[in-house]
Every structure is written in structure tokens, then in C-alpha cells.
């Protein structure tokens, strides 16, 4: 499995592959908190400093990266691996990413665009190296006329059994980088949060604190980069509260780990995303669209959450989710709207 900085997201799917039966092998190590790569020694971080600013290589620093991680690697296999699974290839030289296809087996490179191709250059160019490439945004399918490899499926939810129990503390909440593209609706909310009384958990990394300070109200948690929380802590928080938020980029038109997150977790949600209501897990009981629509709030707040379908609930699972890309039986395909 192939992921860069990630915030321990690697460990959680590490997990969950675990669960469904796989030998797992990582080609980055844990980072939990986005603390980024360590240089072996000073002497490498030297080195590719000199081929950075004074050779003018763009990218000295990624293919380094690359080869200490795939000399780790080498040292872990003996046979050729039945699948190589990449998240978000844009982080991976391509260099490693054929190193790596070399020891796999026919048919085995996969990888999964969790965010828009066309907001990552490198990408596109390392498309061509993989037998199948998902993404979660439609938007992206369109790019078929130039590739053939690029299929639909959403993000999931993980479903290994853990420790954390499903509660309500009554809270509405959203964790998520400050971005100026869904600052409004943030902010908006926020403000209409605290003139009705509304119990939030928002927090907001960010670059520059005292900035933000200026831009968001009192109820909303501002958290330096340094204080960034890992993938579980946000899992373990999402299971806890009353409700999710979702406040989508601007760039992006799929849905985000949140949906998922209120999905499998049996939790509500509000959200900024028109398209949702064209997926077959919408229901207006548990999924509410922000859209200028906060006399609207109070009542979606106090409806029943409505139980879904088990068998929906099971498609949008991580164990349906892996063999629907790894194409392995049983699954149900996951398509996005526009491919039902």
C-alpha cells in the first residue's frame, strides 16, 4: 500500500485490510501527526538540498523520498505482489511508481484519487502507470477521452471492529484546513449557531492563527498546524457527536469522508453538497443541504434519523470498497451519480 503524508489515515486502512484478510506491506511509514519526511541523515538532507536550490531539481526531494522508501521495501518482499494499492499518486515519483510496478502482478496497479485530478498536475501524468484508476469526483470521468483507465467509486467509511462506542453528546461537529473557498459557510453557520443556542465542536487548522481569529467567531476552535489531529482522533470524535458537518471545497463536487462517516455511523449530517441528493444513501430525515436555508435547521435537527437499507450501508463499507477496486467477488459496484 502506497500513501504519503497522511495523518494515520495508513494505519486505519492497514487495519481494515488486516480485517478483510490481507498481507499488508507499507511502502511510507506512520505519520500520524503530517510531520512530512525525515532525512535518514544530515549529510542526505545535504545532498538533496544541494540538487534542489543549486542543480535547480524540482524534484530532488520526492525521488529521494522515494528511494529510501522503496530500498526499505525491497527488503520485505520475495515474489511478486498481487496488488499495489496507491492513494493520491500525485505524491509519488514515477520512478518508484514503475519500480514498484515491476514486482507486481499483471493487472495489480491500482489507484484511488480522493481529491480532483486536475488539481494535481503530476497526477495526470502518472496516470498512465496504472492499470485502473477510481476517483470520487465525476468531473474527473470525463477525462476518459484521453485515458482509458479511470473508473467511478466513492469514498467509504471504515468497518473493523474497534474499541469506540457509538454515542450522542449532542454536538455538531467538523474538523477540517482553513480554506477560504467554504470560509463564508463556516463562518455563517457559526454565527447562526450561536444566536440559537446550538452546541458546536468546529475546529479549524490553520497556518496563521491570529488570522483566522479574524475571520471566524468565538465558537469556532482554531488549531496551529503543530496541534493537527490524526485520522483516528477525528473518527473517534465523528462517533461520538450528534451530528456531522461537511463544508466542501470549492473545487470539489464528490462526497467527502464526512458523508461516509454519518453514513456508517449512523449519524446525521449537514452539508454544502448539492449532489448528494442524487445518491442512493440520501434520505432528508438524516442528510440536510445548507443552501441559505437556516429556518429550515432546527426542524431537519429534530427528525428521526431513518435507518437505512443494510445492504446500502454495507456498499459504501471499506470491506465492499476494496474488492470493488481490487475487482475481487463478491461486491456491489459503487458508482457515482451521473454512471447509475
Not at 485530478?117 to 492499470?131: G, H, I, Q, S, V
Not at 461537511?246 to 449537514?270: M, N, P, T, W
Request: charged residues 25%; contains cysteine.
Amino acid at each position: 500500500m502506497c500513501i504519503s503524508t497522511n495523518l494515520g489515515i495508513s494505519r486505519l486502512l492497514e487495519r481494515n485490510l488486516i480485517a478483510c484478510g490481507f498481507n499488508v506491506i507499507l511502502l511510507c511509514p506512520y505519520n500520524e501527526k503530517g510531520e512530512g519526511f525525515k532525512y535518514p541523515t544530515l549529510w542526505d538532507r545535504i545532498k538533496v538540498n544541494f540538487r534542489k536550490n543549486i542543480l535547480k531539481e524540482k524534484e530532488a526531494k520526492r525521488k529521494f523520498e522515494c528511494e529510501v522508501y522503496f530500498r526499505n521495501l525491497q527488503g520485505k518482499i520475495n515474489q511478486k505482489i498481487d496488488y499495489s494499492l496507491f492513494f493520491l499518486m500525485q505524491g509519488f515519483s514515477p520512478e518508484i511508481i514503475l519500480k514498484i510496478k515491476e514486482i507486481t502482478k499483471d493487472n495489480g496497479m491500482i489507484n484511488y484519487q480522493w481529491d480532483g485530478l486536475t488539481r494535481y498536475p503530476k497526477a495526470m501524468e502518472n496516470l498512465k502507470y496504472f492499470d485502473r484508476c477510481y476517483v470520487f469526483d465525476s468531473n474527473d470521468l470525463k477525462y476518459n477521452e484521453l485515458f482509458y483507465n479511470l473508473y467511478p467509486t466513492t469514498n467509504f467509511y471504515f468497518d473493523y471492529e474497534d474499541e469506540i462506542q457509538i454515542q450522542d453528546n449532542g454536538k455538531l461537529y467538523f474538523i477540517g484546513g482553513h480554506n477560504t473557498s467554504r470560509q463564508n459557510e463556516i463562518v455563517n453557520f457559526a454565527l447562526y449557531a450561536q444566536e440559537h443556542k446550538i452546541n458546536l465542536d468546529i475546529q479549524i487548522v490553520c497556518q496563521d492563527i491570529h488570522k483566522c481569529r479574524d475571520i471566524y467567531p468565538s465558537n469556532v476552535n482554531l488549531l496551529p498546524l503543530s496541534e493537527i489531529k490524526p485520522f483516528s482522533e477525528n473518527i473517534a470524535l465523528a462517533k461520538q457527536c450528534h451530528c456531522i458537518l461537511d463544508f466542501v471545497i470549492a473545487q470539489h463536487s464528490g462526497c467527502s469522508f464526512r458523508v461516509f462517516e454519518a453514513l456508517g455511523y449512523g449519524k446525521k449530517l449537514i452539508t454544502t453538497n448539492k449532489n448528494i441528493k442524487y445518491y442512493d444513501f440520501y434520505h432528508p430525515n438524516n442528510m440536510f443541504v445548507l443552501d441559505d436555508n437556516f429556518d429550515e435547521l432546527e426542524e431537519f435537527l429534530t427528525k428521526p434519523y431513518i435507518e437505512l437499507d443494510p445492504s446500502i450501508k454495507k456498499k459504501y463499507s471499506f470491506s465492499n470498497w476494496i474488492n470493488y477496486v481490487l475487482n475481487i467477488e463478491p461486491y456491489q459496484p459503487i458508482l457515482l451519480p451521473n454512471e447509475n
